[in-house]
Structures are given as C-alpha cells and as structure tokens.
C-alpha cells in the first residue's frame, strides 16, 4: 500500500496567517489527491480533488498544488471557521486509497 | 440531493456481530460505487474500501479482511458493512460514502462501542 506522510500534525497559527501543509507519498501518485476539513463532530468535506481542483463552493483562500510524491495543502489568508483537521488521501489505485494522518490546525 | 443516511449507534459485547446499513438517495444508486472509512475515537480516517454497486464485487483494504463484508440490497439502494467477532478497537464512527476514491459525498457515521 501506498503510506501518505503529512506534516506537521499539529499546527498554530493566528487569523490572518498563510498556513501550507505538506503530504508525501512513498511512491509517485500523479495527482490523485485530494484534501479534506474535518471540524469536531462533523463528517469530513472535501475540498480538494486531483490536487489542485477545488471543489465548487469552497473559498478560493484554499489552493492545493503539487504532483509525483509531494503535495501541499495552502490557505492563504486564516479565517476563524478554517480551524480544524486536515487529511490528504491518495486514491491512485483503487485497491488501495489510504489517507494521511491528519494536521489538526489550532488557533494561537 | 444526493443523500447518504446511515443506521443509528449500536452499543455491541466483544464476540457478537454488527451490521451498519447506508441507505442512499437522491441519485441512481448503481452509478457509484459506495466506499467505508473507520474513524476510532480522537483518531484519523482509515479507509476500508468500497463495493461495486454494479456487480457487488467488494474490495477490502488491508488490515479489513476476514471479518469485515460489505454488501448490498439495490432494491431499497441501501448499502451494508458487517464486522463479526468485534473487539474493543472496532469501537469507532463508521462512515460510508459515494465513489470508490474521493468523496463529496458522505453519511452521517455511524457509531459502534464494542464494551463488555
């Protein structure tokens, strides 16, 4: 299976901040990724898929990017409403799409 | 819309059997596949992989082999994930959702609490 590596797994930042994070694969993926928000109690919302297509609705302040193994997740200017955990998946094979583990972004 | 609507919480002793079900609306139930994710308390997302709503040919990822079966009942487009032999770490919140990757579509979760 295909191990999908997010850094950091905890993250502070204020409102306003740009805040990056990083996904690795441990083999190339193309761009079979996507990014998901996951607030306490809440399902999970995609927000990303193919690494970069938003999805319709989400603020354009969210951007994805990144190919092969790396990838990062951006929001560009922090809003109250976008502290939560993030997952990246990779879904390059359909008998193994495995997520990453989570970067829980907090206020500071 | 389209909507996923999974079964209530189920309060399980170790050794019994349980079985979730994912009742889908609001689209043609065998256009997409329906994919499992584990999440355990405090926990991140684990996937457990999908059913061809088609055929109903199931795919498990690893570590979801043996003791975990999903099936389906297409005449009420209704989705089904069975564990048997539960133990305490299948305490978890049980997620279905539309597709066999990503997903915009997912059910509300369903818990299931393994205690003695």
């Known amino acids: 299976d295909i191990q999908m590596t997010q850094s950091p797994s905890t993250l502070s930042a204020f409102v306003g901040d740009r805040v990056t994070i990083t996904c690795r694969a441990s083999?190339?993926?193309?761009?079979?990724l996507a990014w998901y928000q996951q607030k306490p109690g809440k399902v999970p919302k995609l927000l990303i898929n193919?690494?970069?297509s938003l999805e319709s609705g989400v603020p354009s302040r969210f951007s994805g990017s990144g190919s092969g193994t790396e990838f990062t997740l951006t929001i560009s200017s922090l809003q109250p409403d976008d502290f939560a955990t993030y997952y990246c998946?990779?879904?390059?094979?359909?008998?193994?799409?495995?997520f990453g583990g989570g970067t829980k972004v907090e206020i500071k | 819309q389209v909507q996923l609507v999974q079964s209530g919480s189920e309060l399980k002793k170790p050794g019994a059997s349980v079985k979730v079900s994912c009742r889908a609306s609001?689209?043609?139930?065998?256009?997409?596949?329906i994919e499992w994710v584990r999440q355990a308390p405090g926990q991140g997302l684990e996937w457990m992989g999908w059913?061809?709503?088609?055929?109903?040919?199931?795919t498990y990822a690893q570590g979801f082999t043996g003791r975990f079966v999903f099936s389906l009942d297409t005449s009420v487009s209704t989705a089904y994930l069975q564990v048997s032999s539960l133990k305490a770490e299948d305490t978890a919140l049980y997620y279905c959702?539309?597709?066999?990757?990503?997903?915009?579509?997912w059910g509300q979760g369903t818990l299931v609490t393994v205690s003695s």
């Open positions: 959702a539309r597709g066999e990757t990503y997903s915009g579509y």
């Open positions: 609001g689209y043609t139930f065998t256009n997409y596949a």
């Open positions: 059913i061809n709503t088609n055929t109903g040919n199931p």
């Open positions: 083999q190339s993926i193309s761009s079979w």
């Open positions: 193919k690494a970069s």
């Open positions: 998946q990779q879904y390059n094979s359909y008998s193994g799409v495995t």
